[in-house]
């Protein structure tokens, strides 16, 4: 996915500004950039950030550099922030999110007078080179970003630094979040909302779908309002944001300890213990124990000293590896054991598979398995949530191909997303067959968005029930 802070001050900021994005490490496992604006002009870093992170890569940056605003970010994608000059004068932009319709908008570029992009490994272009190019072709910045807004099909937010200030704009449908945080001689932006607590800020304004704000170090002004349909990513509770991060009000812990009650309201069996697959499966977990009044407990560890996240690096068996090698059982609290697992959600199904067999081999009776949200029927067309490369890659869709062959309808899929249908139950029965699990019960939709606590017409469920 990816996350970007920036920080503007009456003084320096580059501390502000590093610790800032270092604390958006978990939103991605690429790159790292920032740069800063000060007396010298904009000065720049990015660095490779897949097997060594944000912190160390550029701890001899920060010593080097000096100003009093800037912006950055971690991307799992393309190298970012970039520095550009135009006939809007020169800015750095960062952005986060995806673009759906990346050739459409790069001829569209080259017709309106771009002469080129710069080309990254694979032949693909920089995404966050093509919105500057869009952004340039406004009037003004504030023009050029209300274009790419219009334009972009997926989402985007961004950051844009000048030598006035910044410019936050959250993307049309606000699948992403950006809150504005304030202290006596800074202001700063950021994509989580606890990024700029340790570093004295309080929140001051959470910007609305698609609202435009220009920060100084004396305040914020909204230079365009923001929408009124919005279609937050809800995957940010489940599993995406970092427990104490607010989006929308809404805290991420909070919410995580609500999905887990939910769980243990529907559910009728009686483990010797309640764990979560760590780290994010964890509060679902306490949740589930508050609510049942079933033991929790860790059974295993996950070793976070040296092994970096579980989809890191890109290759998909080395992550799988990765994942196995990080999660260290504790035999003693599993030996005999009837254990319930949960975690935020099952994509492959691959590593919970290789869990469960784990756990099996350390002398488990029974593993039933309680995924904190629905079944996942699409994959994400917003923000990369699964780098799936095919929906056939996802458990659900593999089963109902299985059954349905090729070409399945929407209606059909639909049904199997229905969990009171024959269909869905057939499929979840198919699936905790091939997974070996004693039992298999994921959290309906309808108790994951009450567990978040705002009106379903806000929230992108787009990857459980296809709706966009």
Request: with cysteine; charged share 25%; glycine share 8%.
């Amino acid at each position: 996915m990816g996350g970007i802070f920036g920080v503007i001050s009456k003084k320096d900021c580059v501390l502000d500004l590093f610790f800032g994005i270092d604390y958006h490490s978990h939103l991605g496992t690429k790159r790292g950039g920032m740069v800063v604006h000060g007396e010298n002009g904009f000065d720049r870093a990015i660095h490779n950030i897949e097997n060594s992170p944000f912190r160390t890569k550029f701890e001899d940056d920060v010593a080097k550099m000096k100003g009093t605003s800037g912006i950055g970010c971690i991307s799992d994608n393309e190298p970012q922030p970039l520095i550009v000059r135009s006939h809007l004068g020169s800015f750095a932009i960062t952005t986060v999110g995806r673009i759906n319709n990346m050739d459409e908008l790069v001829e569209r570029a080259y017709k309106n007078g771009v002469a080129h992009f710069l080309e990254m490994s694979g032949g693909s272009v920089n995404q966050t080179e093509l919105v500057a190019a869009i952004i340039n072709q406004g009037d003004s910045l504030v023009e050029g970003i209300k274009l790419a807004q219009e334009l972009i099909d997926g989402s985007m937010s961004m950051l844009i630094l000048t030598a006035d200030g910044i410019y936050a704009a959250r993307d049309k449908l606000g699948r992403t979040p950006i809150v504005i945080g304030k202290k006596d001689d800074s202001m700063c932006a950021s994509f989580e909302s606890f990024a700029y607590l340790n570093l004295g800020y309080n929140t001051y304004k959470e910007l609305g779908p698609k609202e435009i704000a220009f920060i100084t170090p004396d305040g914020v002004e909204t230079v365009s309002p923001a929408g009124e349909e919005m279609k937050i990513c809800s995957f940010l509770w489940v599993y995406y944001g970092y427990p104490p991060s607010c989006y929308e009000g809404v805290n991420v812990e909070e919410m995580r300890y609500n999905c887990g009650c939910k769980l243990a309201e529907r559910d009728d069996v009686k483990p010797d213990m309640v764990a979560g697959v760590p780290d994010s499966g964890t509060a679902h977990a306490i949740g589930y124990a508050n609510k049942s009044g079933i033991p929790f407990s860790r059974p295993f560890i996950k070793y976070t000293p040296t092994w970096p996240r579980s989809f890191m690096p890109q290759d998909q068996s080395q992550r799988d590896r990765i994942a196995r090698m990080k999660l260290i059982p504790v035999k003693e609290l599993i030996h005999d054991k009837s254990l319930l697992l949960i975690d935020d959600s099952i994509v492959r199904g691959t590593q919970l598979r290789e869990t469960t067999e784990f756990l099996y081999k350390s002398g488990a009776t029974e593993v039933h398995i309680r995924p904190a949200c629905p079944p996942i029927m699409f994959g994400c067309k917003y923000l990369n949530f699964s780098r799936s490369k095919s929906e056939l890659d996802l458990i659900a869709r593999r089963v109902i191909r299985r059954r349905e062959g090729d070409d399945v309808p929407d209606e059909v899929l639909a049904d199997y997303a229905n969990p009171e249908s024959q269909n869905y139950k057939e499929m979840i029965e198919e699936m905790r067959k091939e997974q070996n699990f004693t039992s298999l019960m994921y959290n309906r939709l309808d108790d994951m968005i009450d567990a978040i606590g705002l009106p379903e017409c806000k929230l992108c469920t787009y990857c459980w029930n296809g709706k966009e």
